[in-house]
């Protein structure tokens, strides 16, 4: 009768419900965590790439980005001016010095009024000490070299035909006045126009100032943009590698934590097994015994 007593026990015993295997469920628990750190830096990566950041940080334009304005625009004027003025200058000179001509024939004073009328016409013009010395010079000695050049002309001429040639003298020195007031009316007419030309360029110029000053403000717009675009991308990338960093402490220790409650669950079935045993194990030595 004591024989068949202990098997019930043992059915018993195999009857009990297997507890879930702690290794599989840290197993599960590593993969899900896995898959949402997966997840969320998919989403983040779609948002902003750092290809892309890099990239622009490397792009050399942005990184050299600088303003340069350079003109001429004051420059032409002032050529152009110099040129004018040179040719108005000769062109006066040429006028002056046919139209007083006559005036030399006139004698010391005729020379001294054509010396003076000559340093009238070309007065509005600088050229410089040196020319202007030269023509300084040539008023002061011309009324000398003609009467040099009078007295030994008359030497041995026809007083009547000394006459007639001092009325010729005198007639083309009314018509030099008429010619040399032309001159100062011509001339008085380049300047008027020259200033018009200068006053225009000057305008032209300041136009192409102000176009040059709004189109290098507008580019030190774009490039200060382009900065703060920068440093937002930059803090936007900052800012998803804390992140980044931030889920993966949090799995690190997620994966830890499962760790050691894997291995004090691994204990405790141990733990449990071995009571079971333990408790056991009394009724088959009995068995045996028996």
């Given amino acids: 009768m004591m024989g068949p007593q202990p098997m019930p026990q043992q059915g018993q015993t ?18 899900h965590i896995h898959q949402q750190a997966q997840q969320k830096i998919a989403q983040l990566q779609g948002q902003i790439t750092l290809d892309a950041v890099v990239r622009f940080l490397r792009d050399d334009r942005a990184r050299s980005f600088s303003i ?4 001429d625009s004051t420059i032409m004027p002032d ?28 004698g010391p004073s005729g020379a001294q009024l054509a010396g003076g009328l000559l340093k009238f016409a070309l007065a509005p013009y600088r050229v410089g000490r ?33 006459q007639a040639q001092q009325q010729l003298a005198q007639a083309e020195q009314q018509k030099a006045a008429a010619q040399l007031q032309k001159v100062q009316a011509d001339t008085q007419l380049s300047a008027a126009k020259l200033q018009l030309d200068q006053q225009k360029a000057a305008a032209d110029a300041q ?14 717009a774009e490039f200060q943009q382009a900065q703060a675009d920068l440093a937002e991308t930059l803090a936007r990338v900052e800012h998803v590698r804390a992140e980044t960093q931030a889920l993966m402490a949090n799995a690190e220790t997620s994966r830890l934590t499962a760790q050691n409650d894997s291995v004090r669950a691994i204990a405790e079935v141990g733990a449990q097994q071995f009571a079971q045993d333990q408790a056991v194990l009394p009724q088959v030595n009995t068995n045996e015994a028996e």
């Fill in 130 to 162: 040196q020319l202007d010395s030269m023509v300084d010079a040539f008023v002061e000695q011309a009324p000398q070299i003609v009467a040099q050049q009078m007295q030994s002309q008359q030497q041995g001429q026809d007083p009547a035909l000394v």
């Fill in 207 to 220: 136009q192409r100032q102000q176009s040059l000053q709004m189109e290098a403000a507008r580019m030190q």
């Fill in 68 to 71: 340069e304005i350079e003109t």
């Fill in 14 to 31: 195999q009857q009990q419900p297997v507890p879930p295997n702690p290794l599989q469920q840290i197993a599960a628990q590593r993969q």
């Fill in 79 to 106: 050529e152009a001016a110099e040129k004018q003025a040179r040719g108005e200058f000769l062109s006066a000179f040429a006028q002056a010095s046919s139209g007083v001509q006559q005036l030399l024939q006139l």
